[in-house]
């Protein structure tokens, strides 16, 4: 059954430095998403795009967040000055059809800031 | 952001017995999904519900959505601890992302 791949699984980074977060959706997915979990709490939406543009973004990601599709099979979070309270699960999702059809979500890439 | 609020947040019980869990908000929303996430694991879809009333069944699972869309509960029958995990409500509106409860966490002991 074909999956949503993220790399790394886990990220360790100084607070401050550049991560870079690796998704590669369902291939026919139309719709890609970035949502985290932090330890304990409930999965936040950060961002979904489609089109090769944002379409929604949440309070939480703000200018130190992007997002890119920079080919036809990935798409990255890029968080630009980590932050502690960035430490989180992030979790890619796709979709094949429109919003808030069945999102097939990744297994997370734990991301530790410290 | 609206709301959903998921109850119990912890749930232990016996292999063999029933449960229920709720998700409830104040919003109306268009569609409700429920996830089961593992740990370690993303969240992976059970079923989606749309309209008012709807009642789906996967197996021993059955889910409801409430007349005015607003809740949801998911019963489990005769419960298994490969029931066991955390298991999540997400509200949709037409248009926008996926809003997701806290979720109920689920221990199935033999």
């Known amino acids: 059954e074909p999956e949503v791949t993220q790399t790394p699984s886990h990220q360790v980074t100084q607070m401050g430095q550049e991560v870079i977060l690796r998704c590669v959706p369902i291939?026919?997915?139309?719709?890609f998403y970035w949502y985290r979990q932090i330890l304990g709490q409930k999965v936040e939406f950060l961002v979904s795009f489609y089109n090769n543009e944002i379409s929604e973004k949440s309070e939480i990601f703000d200018d130190q967040f992007s997002v890119e599709r920079p080919d036809g099979s990935n798409f990255t979070l890029k968080i630009r000055s980590t932050k502690l309270e960035d430490s989180a699960m992030y979790f890619c999702a796709s979709a094949l059809e429109g919003l808030n059809e069945k999102l097939f979500f990744g297994s997370g890439t734990q991301l530790s800031v410290l | 952001t609206q709301l959903l609020e998921q109850s119990p947040q912890f749930l232990s019980i016996q292999e063999g017995e029933n449960l229920t869990v709720y998700c409830n908000s104040s919003s109306v929303f268009s569609s409700l999904q429920w996830y089961r996430q593992e740990p370690g694991e993303g969240p992976v879809l059970l079923v989606t519900?749309?309209?008012?009333?709807e009642v789906k069944k996967l197996k021993r699972l059955t889910f409801q959505f409430g007349d005015a869309r607003k809740d949801s509960s998911l019963h489990i029958t005769a419960a298994q601890p490969g029931d066991t995990g955390l298991y999540l409500c997400a509200g949709g509106y037409s248009g926008y992302a996926l809003n997701f409860g806290k979720g109920t966490s689920l221990l199935v002991t033999p």
């Open positions: 519900v749309v309209t008012g009333g």
């Open positions: 291939s026919n997915h139309l719709y």
